[in-house]
């Protein structure tokens, strides 16, 4: 066993994060705040081959590994966790679907652009009435001649008003439940394809998060992603992979707080020293630091058994559940090692402490995590 | 002309400004400091790339250092450099300024024919800025140092000098070395695009002592004349004062601080 990085995944980690350094963690702050798109910087990464981190090149993407890939949303997360999870959706639950089960054609139209940054992509699993349990949602596409005419809503869409291309899940066959929903490829151009407003959300604030509403909205029969009535298996491929993904946003915000611990506790001095004196102070930083290698660990090895060709999802799905709550506990402690000043917004710890909470709940919560997990152990 | 061919000189250096210095052994202590690729090398890199999208032509980066050096040689790549060169042997450990030049230079000559050098005008874990004007010297090439702006017109390089209080146009035949400044331009960043053709070990050309037929007692600490007697922090200039306030009152308190100084 080797635990060090191969000169590629090491590169690709400097390259984001001295990006994430620049361009992401000067702004954060005031994107969160005012809900801001960082529109300027995802134009950027655009460019520099962010957006196909891991589809390889003759689609246009850069051919790199799923450990590179966690290691660059983590060092994203770090700076600004919203970039993160543009970046990562974009890049795990819209590009990457088309590459495992698109068509030549599909991912010569779709996949190329999506690779290449010049579209943003987005993945609609949640509606209103089903969120942890997708079997009920109402979302329906009926066929029509050589088109699918899709109705329904879909909730909480990450990239919602900002991509160009959706992968939706809608019912073909309500009959047959879970095997009767089938993956589309949506463009929003399509007409009868609209998003509604930005949600105003605890954190993540700087993602645009929308409904999106599709009211006869013809879709081509070619758009069909994957085999006719795998649309749940197609989602929850991604979510495998997405979830990896979000596991190390967590940690690139858990390590974030507890960077900000380390130099706040020297700074601040109560009773004659530095708080980082106090033995309190250190064991919540001892703890903090062996959870999030922890969390590392998990995230290396579910990455490392994709990588492999392995099945990852029960390792995913332990990475996610627990790097998100090591982000969780790790951001309330820094909060409370910061004081009063931990509750401001000019502290860093704030906005983890919101955007913690908020990744204990998307790409499946907690509890959805563990029931993946001991589906698989108490099989 | 059929393009420029352009060599970068680059340097692995501690990430940061403020490394701490051993009391006891009187150097620099840089152990678990990340390492970066030097800030104005870096410019020099940006330099060779925006010249090559006019003139056309190829980049070498070069450097010398220990085999974990050949990190920079990526991040130069991944920018868009077409090939590194890295200098690596336990034979040029130790090599001051001085030797460090004559290396390159050898590894230069082998190198072929080139257009023009360009370098970082200074490491920020040395300060010396020596080595670009000691490989011109090396090289016996005409020297351009404190690069501000750089074009390549009719075989000639034609370069702003940024000097203490004033500018300096020279316009100098090719080929010839110019060591460039921060002010020459904003560096872009690596591309992901490009990380793996960088790490594929295609691009990159390893050479040791033997390579470039120099004896040992040419290279590294023996034969470096430089001796480090003493190495110190430099005190902290004391922090200048911000006058804060309406205008009229902020000039009525510079003048009575200039006259205190018997500046006025
Ligand atoms: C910022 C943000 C971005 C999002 N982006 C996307 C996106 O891009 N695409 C997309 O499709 N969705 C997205 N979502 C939706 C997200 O995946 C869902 O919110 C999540 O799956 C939970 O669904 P729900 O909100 O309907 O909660 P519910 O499923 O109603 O759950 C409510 C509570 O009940 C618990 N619960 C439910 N079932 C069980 C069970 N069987 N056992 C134990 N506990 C259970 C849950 O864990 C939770 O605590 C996003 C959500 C947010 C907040």
Known sequence: MDFKLTKQQKLTRNIARDFARHELEPFAQEWDEKMEFPREAIAKMRSLGFMGICIPQEYGGCGLDTVCYVLTIEELAKACASTAIIVGVHNSMGAYPIYLLGTDAQKKKYLSGLAAGKKLGAFALTEPNAGSDPVSMETTAEQQGKSYILNGTKTFITNGGTSDIVIVMAYTDRSKRGKGITAFIVEKKFKGFTAGPKENKLGIRASDTCELIFENCPVPATNVLGPFGGGLNAALEALNLGRVGVAAQALGVARRAMEACVTYSRERKQFGRPIADFQAIQWAIADMATEIEAARGLIFKAATLKDQGASFATEGAMAKLYASEVAMRTATKAVQIHGGYGCMKDYAVERCFRDAKVIEIYEGTSEIQRLIIARDVMR | ?264
């Not at chain 2, 490989?135 to 750089?150: C, M, S």
Request: with cysteine; charged share 25%; aromatic share 4%.
């Open chain 2, 1 to 264: 002309m059929k393009g420029l061919r352009i060599i970068v000189t680059v340097k692995q250096v501690p990430d940061t400004a403020d490394v701490k210095i051993d009391p006891k052994t009187n150097s620099l202590m840089r152990e678990g400091i990340p390492s970066i690729l030097n800030p104005e090398d870096k410019n020099a890199v940006e330099a060779a790339l925006c010249l090559k999208q006019q003139h056309g032509g190829t980049i070498i980066a070069i450097t010398m250092g220990p085999p974990q050096a050949e990190e920079v040689l990526g991040e130069v790549l991944a920018m868009g450099a077409d090939q590194g060169v890295l200098l690596t042997d336990r034979a040029f450990a130790g090599s001051d300024t001085l030797i460090t030049a004559f290396t390159l230079s050898r590894a230069i000559m082998k190198l072929g024919k080139y257009d023009l050098i360009l370098c970082g005008r200074q490491a920020i874990d040395g300060d010396t800025a020596q080595v670009g004007p000691q490989l011109a010297g090396f090289l016996e090439l005409p020297q351009v140092t404190y690069a501000e702006h750089i074009s390549i017109e009719k075989g000639n390089a034609v370069v702003r000098r940024g000097l203490e209080d004033s500018t300096e146009w020279v316009r100098v035949k090719l080929p010839t070395l110019v060591t460039v400044t921060a002010a020459v331009n904003a560096p872009r960043y690596p591309m992901l695009y490009n990380v793996e053709a960088a790490c594929d070990g295609s691009r990159i050309i390893i050479w040791g002592a033997q390579e470039l037929k120099v004896p040992e007692t040419m290279l590294g600490l023996n034969a470096s004349p430089t001796g480090v007697k003493k190495i110190f922090e430099p005190e902290r200039k004391k922090k200048g004062q911000i006058i804060t306030g309406d205008p009229k009152d902020m000039t009525g308190i510079l003048i009575d601080k200039l006259q205190e100084l018997n500046m006025l």
